[in-house]
Protein backbone atom coordinates (compact mmCIF):
# COMPACT_ATOMS: atom_id res chain seq x y z
CA UNK A 1 0.00 0.00 0.00
CA UNK A 2 1.38 3.27 -0.87
CA UNK A 3 2.57 5.55 1.72
CA UNK A 4 -0.48 8.22 3.09
CA UNK A 5 0.03 12.15 1.90
CA UNK A 6 0.89 14.48 4.11
CA UNK A 7 -1.69 16.07 5.80
CA UNK A 8 -0.47 19.97 4.89
CA UNK A 9 2.35 20.53 2.25
CA UNK A 10 4.83 23.55 2.26
CA UNK A 11 5.70 24.74 -0.91
CA UNK A 12 8.57 27.44 -1.55
CA UNK A 13 8.96 29.79 -4.50
CA UNK A 14 11.46 32.30 -4.56
CA UNK A 15 12.94 34.33 -8.11
CA UNK A 16 16.72 33.36 -7.46
CA UNK A 17 15.74 29.95 -8.68
CA UNK A 18 14.97 31.29 -11.57
CA UNK A 19 17.60 33.02 -14.37
CA UNK A 20 17.45 36.45 -14.64
CA UNK A 21 16.16 37.35 -18.22
CA UNK A 22 13.00 34.62 -17.65
CA UNK A 23 12.47 35.46 -13.99
CA UNK A 24 9.89 37.86 -14.18
CA UNK A 25 7.43 35.72 -16.91
CA UNK A 26 7.88 32.81 -14.35
CA UNK A 27 7.23 34.58 -10.87
CA UNK A 28 4.36 35.91 -12.55
CA UNK A 29 2.83 32.74 -13.74
CA UNK A 30 3.53 31.22 -10.66
CA UNK A 31 3.02 33.38 -7.61
CA UNK A 32 0.35 35.83 -9.53
CA UNK A 33 -2.05 33.18 -11.35
CA UNK A 34 -4.97 35.56 -10.16
CA UNK A 35 -3.72 38.97 -11.55
CA UNK A 36 -1.39 40.72 -13.69
CA UNK A 37 1.76 41.69 -12.68
CA UNK A 38 3.38 44.50 -13.92
CA UNK A 39 7.04 44.60 -15.03
CA UNK A 40 9.54 46.33 -13.00
CA UNK A 41 11.24 49.80 -14.33
CA UNK A 42 14.11 48.84 -16.29
CA UNK A 43 16.94 48.35 -14.75
CA UNK A 44 15.48 46.79 -11.04
CA UNK A 45 15.96 43.65 -10.66
CA UNK A 46 12.90 41.50 -9.18
CA UNK A 47 13.43 39.61 -5.69
CA UNK A 48 10.50 37.74 -3.87
CA UNK A 49 10.33 34.62 -2.04
CA UNK A 50 6.89 32.97 -1.79
CA UNK A 51 5.68 30.14 0.71
CA UNK A 52 2.46 28.50 0.39
CA UNK A 53 1.29 25.85 3.13
CA UNK A 54 -1.79 23.64 1.46
CA UNK A 55 -3.58 21.34 3.58
CA UNK A 56 -6.31 19.09 2.74
CA UNK A 57 -9.19 21.31 3.03
CA UNK A 58 -10.51 24.28 1.10
CA UNK A 59 -7.79 26.96 2.07
CA UNK A 60 -4.14 28.10 1.51
CA UNK A 61 -1.75 29.65 3.73
CA UNK A 62 1.13 31.95 2.13
CA UNK A 63 3.40 34.82 2.67
CA UNK A 64 5.46 36.38 0.59
CA UNK A 65 8.54 39.11 0.82
CA UNK A 66 9.26 41.13 -2.28
CA UNK A 67 10.99 43.99 -3.88
CA UNK A 68 9.04 46.91 -5.23
CA UNK A 69 5.95 45.73 -7.88
CA UNK A 70 2.81 46.64 -8.79
CA UNK A 71 -0.37 44.69 -10.03
CA UNK A 72 -4.06 44.62 -11.08
CA UNK A 73 -7.11 42.73 -11.50
CA UNK A 74 -7.27 41.26 -15.39
CA UNK A 75 -10.41 39.62 -16.49
CA UNK A 76 -8.31 37.17 -18.73
CA UNK A 77 -6.09 36.02 -15.67
CA UNK A 78 -9.10 35.81 -13.40
CA UNK A 79 -11.35 33.48 -16.03
CA UNK A 80 -9.60 30.31 -14.94
CA UNK A 81 -9.20 31.33 -11.12
CA UNK A 82 -10.71 29.92 -7.76
CA UNK A 83 -14.00 31.77 -6.38
CA UNK A 84 -11.79 33.02 -3.56
CA UNK A 85 -10.98 36.15 -1.51
CA UNK A 86 -8.16 36.54 0.29
CA UNK A 87 -7.50 38.10 4.28
CA UNK A 88 -4.50 40.10 4.00
CA UNK A 89 -1.93 41.14 6.76
CA UNK A 90 0.43 43.75 5.95
CA UNK A 91 3.46 42.99 7.64
CA UNK A 92 6.45 45.12 6.49
CA UNK A 93 6.70 47.87 4.04
CA UNK A 94 3.52 49.82 2.40
CA UNK A 95 0.70 49.16 -0.12
CA UNK A 96 -0.84 51.69 -2.12
CA UNK A 97 -4.90 50.48 -3.60
CA UNK A 98 -6.80 52.11 -5.98
CA UNK A 99 -9.55 52.49 -3.85
CA UNK A 100 -12.29 54.10 -6.26
CA UNK A 101 -11.50 56.29 -9.06
CA UNK A 102 -8.73 58.98 -8.35
CA UNK A 103 -8.58 58.04 -4.71
CA UNK A 104 -5.96 55.77 -3.42
CA UNK A 105 -5.68 53.97 0.14
CA UNK A 106 -2.50 53.80 2.13
CA UNK A 107 -2.00 51.20 4.00
CA UNK A 108 0.85 50.03 6.37
CA UNK A 109 2.50 47.17 8.75
CA UNK A 110 -0.29 45.73 10.88
CA UNK A 111 -3.39 46.53 8.52
CA UNK A 112 -5.75 43.38 8.10
CA UNK A 113 -7.64 43.30 4.73
CA UNK A 114 -10.64 40.91 3.04
CA UNK A 115 -9.62 41.21 -0.76
CA UNK A 116 -11.78 40.17 -3.63
CA UNK A 117 -9.45 39.24 -6.49
CA UNK A 118 -12.61 40.07 -9.53
CA UNK A 119 -12.84 43.28 -7.41
CA UNK A 120 -9.55 44.53 -7.12
CA UNK A 121 -8.00 47.85 -8.41
CA UNK A 122 -4.48 48.51 -8.93
CA UNK A 123 -2.08 47.74 -5.25
CA UNK A 124 1.62 49.14 -5.85
CA UNK A 125 3.77 47.50 -3.42
CA UNK A 126 7.07 49.26 -1.70
CA UNK A 127 10.66 47.80 -1.55
CA UNK A 128 10.77 45.09 1.26
CA UNK A 129 7.04 44.87 1.58
CA UNK A 130 5.73 41.70 3.09
CA UNK A 131 2.16 40.09 3.67
CA UNK A 132 0.71 36.75 5.31
CA UNK A 133 -2.40 36.21 3.41
CA UNK A 134 -5.37 33.46 3.44
CA UNK A 135 -7.23 32.42 1.13
CA UNK A 136 -10.79 31.17 1.50
CA UNK A 137 -13.51 30.14 -0.92
CA UNK A 138 -15.98 32.95 -1.58
CA UNK A 139 -19.14 30.75 -0.57
CA UNK A 140 -17.61 29.89 2.53
CA UNK A 141 -16.37 33.67 3.35
CA UNK A 142 -20.17 34.95 2.51
CA UNK A 143 -22.06 32.39 4.50
CA UNK A 144 -19.82 33.49 7.73
CA UNK A 145 -19.54 37.59 6.99
CA UNK A 146 -23.37 37.16 6.06
CA UNK A 147 -23.14 39.21 2.25
CA UNK A 148 -21.16 39.69 -0.11
CA UNK A 149 -17.53 40.03 0.90
CA UNK A 150 -16.00 42.62 -1.41
CA UNK A 151 -12.85 44.87 -0.68
CA UNK A 152 -12.47 45.66 3.19
CA UNK A 153 -10.21 47.37 5.29
CA UNK A 154 -10.32 45.60 8.88
CA UNK A 155 -9.88 47.67 11.89
CA UNK A 156 -9.13 46.50 15.13
CA UNK A 157 -11.89 48.64 16.80
CA UNK A 158 -14.41 47.39 14.42
CA UNK A 159 -13.75 43.62 15.58
CA UNK A 160 -12.83 42.36 18.48
CA UNK A 161 -11.10 39.59 16.76
CA UNK A 162 -9.18 41.52 14.37
CA UNK A 163 -5.88 41.82 16.56
CA UNK A 164 -6.54 37.65 16.95
CA UNK A 165 -6.27 36.98 13.52
CA UNK A 166 -3.44 39.06 12.86
CA UNK A 167 -1.79 37.55 15.51
CA UNK A 168 -2.66 34.07 13.99
CA UNK A 169 -1.25 35.31 10.95
CA UNK A 170 1.58 36.43 12.19
CA UNK A 171 2.22 33.26 14.03
CA UNK A 172 1.79 30.97 11.28
CA UNK A 173 4.16 33.00 8.69
CA UNK A 174 7.03 32.80 11.62
CA UNK A 175 6.67 29.21 11.40
CA UNK A 176 6.91 28.45 7.54
CA UNK A 177 9.96 30.45 7.53
CA UNK A 178 11.57 27.81 10.12
CA UNK A 179 10.41 24.68 8.48
CA UNK A 180 12.16 22.89 10.92
CA UNK A 181 10.51 23.66 13.80
CA UNK A 182 6.94 21.40 13.09
CA UNK A 183 5.79 18.62 11.60
CA UNK A 184 3.37 18.44 8.48
CA UNK A 185 0.60 17.29 11.07
CA UNK A 186 1.03 20.13 13.61
CA UNK A 187 1.10 22.20 10.28
CA UNK A 188 -2.49 20.89 9.59
CA UNK A 189 -3.37 21.82 12.96
CA UNK A 190 -2.35 24.95 13.08
CA UNK A 191 -3.88 25.53 9.18
CA UNK A 192 -7.33 24.22 10.11
CA UNK A 193 -7.35 26.37 13.36
CA UNK A 194 -6.24 29.78 11.21
CA UNK A 195 -8.97 28.62 8.83
CA UNK A 196 -11.63 28.56 11.86
CA UNK A 197 -10.41 31.77 13.71
CA UNK A 198 -10.93 33.83 10.09
CA UNK A 199 -13.70 32.42 9.55
CA UNK A 200 -15.29 33.24 13.04
CA UNK A 201 -14.40 36.73 12.73
CA UNK A 202 -15.97 37.49 9.45
CA UNK A 203 -19.06 36.20 11.08
CA UNK A 204 -18.06 38.51 14.32
CA UNK A 205 -17.84 41.34 12.18
CA UNK A 206 -21.28 40.72 10.35
CA UNK A 207 -23.32 40.09 13.01
CA UNK A 208 -23.97 42.24 16.11
CA UNK A 209 -25.18 41.54 19.74
CA UNK A 210 -25.99 37.72 20.88
CA UNK A 211 -25.81 37.16 17.38
CA UNK A 212 -21.95 36.47 17.54
CA UNK A 213 -22.28 33.71 20.44
CA UNK A 214 -25.03 31.94 18.33
CA UNK A 215 -24.44 27.91 17.00
CA UNK A 216 -23.62 27.92 13.22
CA UNK A 217 -25.14 25.35 10.89
CA UNK A 218 -22.07 25.02 9.05
CA UNK A 219 -18.93 25.94 10.73
CA UNK A 220 -17.06 24.45 13.74
CA UNK A 221 -17.19 27.94 16.08
CA UNK A 222 -15.20 25.90 18.97
CA UNK A 223 -11.98 25.71 17.09
CA UNK A 224 -11.87 29.62 15.82
CA UNK A 225 -12.71 30.67 19.71
CA UNK A 226 -10.08 28.52 21.15
CA UNK A 227 -7.78 30.01 18.44
CA UNK A 228 -8.94 33.45 19.38
CA UNK A 229 -8.45 32.64 22.73
CA UNK A 230 -5.21 31.50 22.85
CA UNK A 231 -3.71 34.09 20.81
CA UNK A 232 -5.62 36.62 23.06
CA UNK A 233 -3.62 34.85 26.23
CA UNK A 234 -0.01 35.30 24.30
CA UNK A 235 -0.78 39.08 23.90
CA UNK A 236 -1.91 39.22 27.30
CA UNK A 237 -0.52 37.06 29.33
CA UNK A 238 2.00 39.41 31.21
CA UNK A 239 -1.27 40.80 32.34
CA UNK A 240 -2.33 40.30 35.86
CA UNK A 241 -5.67 39.68 37.22
CA UNK A 242 -6.13 38.35 33.46
CA UNK A 243 -9.29 35.89 34.00
CA UNK A 244 -11.57 34.00 32.28
CA UNK A 245 -14.14 36.74 31.59
CA UNK A 246 -11.85 39.02 30.40
CA UNK A 247 -10.87 36.09 27.70
CA UNK A 248 -14.00 35.16 26.80
CA UNK A 249 -14.18 39.26 25.69
CA UNK A 250 -10.98 38.92 24.01
CA UNK A 251 -12.12 35.87 21.91
CA UNK A 252 -15.27 37.38 21.09
CA UNK A 253 -18.04 34.86 22.91
CA UNK A 254 -19.23 34.71 26.12
CA UNK A 255 -17.92 32.43 28.84
CA UNK A 256 -19.65 29.48 28.27
CA UNK A 257 -19.09 29.29 24.81
CA UNK A 258 -15.10 30.30 25.87
CA UNK A 259 -15.70 27.60 28.29
CA UNK A 260 -16.71 24.93 25.75
CA UNK A 261 -14.41 25.10 23.24
CA UNK A 262 -11.62 24.89 25.27
CA UNK A 263 -13.22 21.85 26.71
CA UNK A 264 -13.70 20.41 22.91
CA UNK A 265 -9.91 20.29 22.98
CA UNK A 266 -9.24 18.42 26.92
CA UNK A 267 -7.93 21.51 28.27
CA UNK A 268 -9.66 24.18 30.83
CA UNK A 269 -8.96 27.88 30.16
CA UNK A 270 -6.69 28.72 33.36
CA UNK A 271 -4.78 25.74 32.92
CA UNK A 272 -3.83 26.88 29.22
CA UNK A 273 -3.24 30.46 30.45
CA UNK A 274 -0.85 28.90 33.57
CA UNK A 275 1.26 26.53 31.09
CA UNK A 276 1.57 29.13 29.06
CA UNK A 277 2.82 31.38 31.59
CA UNK A 278 5.12 28.83 32.58
CA UNK A 279 6.42 28.06 28.80
CA UNK A 280 7.51 31.70 28.74
CA UNK A 281 8.75 31.81 32.30
CA UNK A 282 11.11 28.65 31.36
CA UNK A 283 12.22 30.49 27.78
CA UNK A 284 12.94 33.95 29.62
CA UNK A 285 15.12 32.15 32.08
CA UNK A 286 16.86 30.09 29.63
CA UNK A 287 17.48 33.50 27.20
CA UNK A 288 19.08 35.80 30.11
CA UNK A 289 22.31 34.71 32.21
CA UNK A 290 20.67 36.80 35.22
CA UNK A 291 17.58 35.51 37.22
CA UNK A 292 15.65 37.49 39.68
CA UNK A 293 12.87 35.54 40.60
CA UNK A 294 10.30 38.03 41.56
CA UNK A 295 10.63 40.19 38.21
CA UNK A 296 10.27 37.20 36.47
CA UNK A 297 7.26 35.93 38.34
CA UNK A 298 5.91 39.91 37.63
CA UNK A 299 6.61 40.21 34.27
CA UNK A 300 5.07 36.33 33.08
CA UNK A 301 1.49 37.48 34.48
CA UNK A 302 2.46 35.55 38.34
CA UNK A 303 1.82 38.07 41.27
CA UNK A 304 3.51 35.61 44.11
CA UNK A 305 7.08 35.04 43.59
CA UNK A 306 6.89 31.79 46.06
CA UNK A 307 3.82 30.48 44.06
CA UNK A 308 5.51 30.77 40.97
CA UNK A 309 8.50 28.92 42.00
CA UNK A 310 6.58 26.02 43.18
CA UNK A 311 4.26 25.64 40.32
CA UNK A 312 7.56 25.98 37.59
CA UNK A 313 9.00 22.88 39.99
CA UNK A 314 5.52 20.64 39.34
CA UNK A 315 5.65 21.37 36.08
CA UNK A 316 9.50 21.08 35.36
CA UNK A 317 10.65 19.43 38.17
CA UNK A 318 13.39 22.27 39.17
CA UNK A 319 12.93 25.34 40.57
CA UNK A 320 13.44 28.47 38.34
CA UNK A 321 17.14 28.90 40.35
CA UNK A 322 17.70 25.18 39.63
CA UNK A 323 17.02 25.57 36.44
CA UNK A 324 19.06 28.58 35.60
CA UNK A 325 21.59 27.24 37.26
CA UNK A 326 21.66 24.09 35.35
CA UNK A 327 21.80 26.12 31.78
CA UNK A 328 23.83 29.42 33.08
CA UNK A 329 25.91 27.29 36.21
CA UNK A 330 29.24 27.16 33.96
Not at 294 to 303: K, T, V
Request: charged share 20%; glycine share 10%; aromatic share 6%.
Amino acid sequence: MPPAAPPCTLERLHTHDVELALRFDAWRERAHQWVEMLPPPPGAVLDAELLMLRGGGDCVFGTMRSSAYEMRAAAQRMAHAPGMVVLTLIQSGEMLRDAAPGEHQRTGPGALGLYDPWRMGSYRWSEGSCEAFLALPRDVAQAALGREPGNLAIAPGHCTLAPALAAQLGHLALLVRQPQRIDAAEYAGLLDATRALALLMLRNLGRQGAGVDLPDARENLHAGRHAAALRFMELHAHTHGLDAGSIARGAGCSRTRLYEAFAAQGQTVMGTLRELRLQRARGLIEQSPRLHVGALAWRCGFGDPSDFSKLFRTRFGLSPTEWHERGWGR
